[in-house]
């Protein structure tokens, strides 16, 4: 008999990003594993963006359990849609440019919704899911977050109901990069604190992305903690030919921190002293890029050799993967995004498209790119290696021989990663 597992995510198709494919590829292969998942998601939620294209990845098998959830992002939308987009899709402006209307949203974002602004979902979704939980004969309850007040509903429904839960954590808590722009007064950040240190002590497993955030937990619980990455799923694509021109692809977000502007001005460099460069090079930018990212590139690299396309389907997002000459894989630089492992990596590794990654030192990133082979990876302050590095691909795109060479990469694949989740299952 297949044992049931209750999975409760907030993100799920039609939303799009790594934080909906993460789940809804651990459950297509959970059944292959004698696991029946059942999923809990909100009826109406307010998604930052939408990827229709997902909707027919959900697995048949899988059973969809939805209940209306009340959002404050629905009432601030009122005051301004737009800012209340731009905070929830996580791209927040710097300080000085933030309008009142932004900076009062993130005052009561941070200080009146803890930990996060889908908090009214947990009453109602503990009193719906305990009789789920009796009447399926649930052994195990799975909690993903962000946002981190679903891993309230399973601390409540532990405690009611003494199941098996497990805390996944697609990212940290209280060291998560945008935590300290949300205005928090210290009342608030103790509680965060307090609401975090419940959660780690008292789930029966926890799941982190990377070892830095693994070990950042091992000080805060004695619970058992695992790594399960993000991953990457065999994808049926056409066959796809590279770009004529040397095209540096970066696919997601671009905050405003994460803005390296030591790449943006070898690139104009190389721009001015090479002409062959100049005519070839293009700088494509998918998904949503802040405003004071797109000021600084702008500053170093003319219009002509820049497109911006904006958010696309994830099927779109592979077919650039594989199109794109080099793929840029950009964090900010900080010690507390040294544990961010961005989900495209590992669609980047698989995508035979070299990868040139611009990060914090001892990240997790820089460490996955090495053993991988998978392409070259530089600090805020690598100037000279970068800008020679950048030559060498061109001249190797000249010579048609520009190439990715991966090693070591069936351990990311979602089926193997789904048999770790599996056996904590």
Same mark, same amino acid.
């Given at each position: 008999m297949q044992k049931k597992a209750l999975i409760i995510t907030y993100y799920w198709p039609p939303g799009g990003g790594p934080g909906v494919q993460r789940w809804l590829?651990?459950?297509?292969?959970?059944?292959?594993?004698?696991?029946?998942?059942?999923?809990?998601?909100?009826?109406?939620?307010?998604?930052?963006?939408?990827?229709?294209?997902?909707?027919?990845?959900?697995?048949?098998?899988?059973?969809?359990?939805?209940?209306?959830?009340?959002?404050?992002?629905?009432?601030?939308?009122?005051?301004?849609?737009?800012?209340?987009?731009?905070?929830?899709?996580?791209?927040?402006?710097?300080?000085?440019k933030q309008s009142l209307v932004q900076r009062i949203m993130l005052y009561i974002r941070g200080n009146y919704f803890l930990p996060d602004a889908r908090i009214a979902w947990v009453k109602p979704s503990v009193s719906y899911l305990s009789e789920i939980i009796k009447n399926e004969h649930i052994e195990t309850v799975i909690t993903t977050g962000p946002p981190h007040s679903l891993h309230l509903i399973g601390m409540q429904l532990k405690s009611q109901l003494h199941i098996k839960w497990i805390a996944d954590f697609r990212d940290p808590w209280t060291t998560i990069g945008y935590h300290k722009e949300l205005k928090l007064t210290s009342s608030a950040a103790k509680k965060h604190e307090h609401m975090e240190k419940q959660v780690l002590t008292t789930a029966d497993y926890i799941i982190?992305?990377?070892?830095?955030?693994?070990?950042?937990?091992?000080?805060?619980?004695?619970?058992?903690?695992?790594?399960?990455?993000?991953?990457?799923?065999?994808?049926?694509?056409?066959?796809?030919?590279?770009?004529?021109?040397?095209?540096?692809?970066?696919?997601?977000? +671009?905050l405003s921190e994460r803005n390296p502007e030591v790449l943006w001005k070898v +690139?104009?460099?190389?721009?001015?002293?090479?002409?062959?460069?100049?005519?070839?090079?293009?700088?494509?930018?998918?998904?949503?890029?802040?405003?004071?990212? +797109?000021?600084?590139?702008?500053?170093?690299?003319?219009?002509?050799?820049?497109?911006?396309?904006?958010?696309?389907?994830?099927?779109?997002? +592979?077919r650039y993967q594989r199109q794109s000459q080099i793929l840029l894989l950009i964090e900010i630089d900080s010690e507390e995004t040294?544990?961010?492992?961005?989900?495209?990596?590992?669609?980047?590794?698989?995508?035979?498209?070299?990868?040139?990654s611009v990060g914090p030192r001892d990240s997790d990133v820089e460490r996955i790119i090495k053993s991988t082979n998978t392409g070259r990876y530089f600090y805020y302050d690598s100037e000279t290696e970068l800008k020679e590095?950048?030559?060498?691909?061109?001249?190797?795109?000249?010579?048609?021989?520009?190439?990715?060479?991966?090693?070591?990469?069936?351990?990311?694949?979602?089926?193997?990663?789904?048999?770790?989740?599996?056996d904590l299952i």
């Open positions: 590829k651990f459950v297509k292969y959970l059944p292959d594993y004698d696991i029946h998942p059942v999923v809990y998601i909100p009826e109406n939620p307010s998604y930052p963006m939408l990827d229709e294209s997902l909707i027919t990845e959900i697995p048949e098998k899988a059973t969809i359990l939805k209940r209306p959830i009340k959002e404050p992002y629905k009432f601030a939308e009122f005051l301004s849609k737009k800012s209340t987009k731009t905070i929830s899709s996580g791209v927040i402006p710097q300080k000085k982190v992305t990377s070892e830095n955030t693994k070990q950042e937990f091992a000080k805060k619980s004695n619970q058992p903690i695992q790594v399960i990455t993000n991953g990457y799923d065999h994808m049926p694509l056409s066959k796809t030919t590279k770009d004529q021109r040397f095209s540096l692809a970066h696919i997601g977000s +671009l +690139l104009g460099e190389l721009i001015k002293e090479n002409t062959d460069f100049e005519h070839d090079f293009v700088l494509r930018l998918i998904g949503v890029v802040s405003k004071d990212v +797109l000021n600084v590139i702008h500053r170093y690299i003319p219009s002509g050799n820049i497109e911006i396309l904006g958010y696309v389907s994830h099927k779109e997002a +592979l040294k544990a961010i492992i961005p989900g495209k990596l590992f669609e980047y590794m698989v995508a035979e498209t070299p990868i040139i590095h950048l030559l060498s691909c061109f001249m190797e795109f000249k010579t048609s021989t520009l190439s990715s060479y991966p090693i070591g990469l069936q351990q990311y694949s979602r089926k193997a990663l789904t048999r770790k989740l599996a």
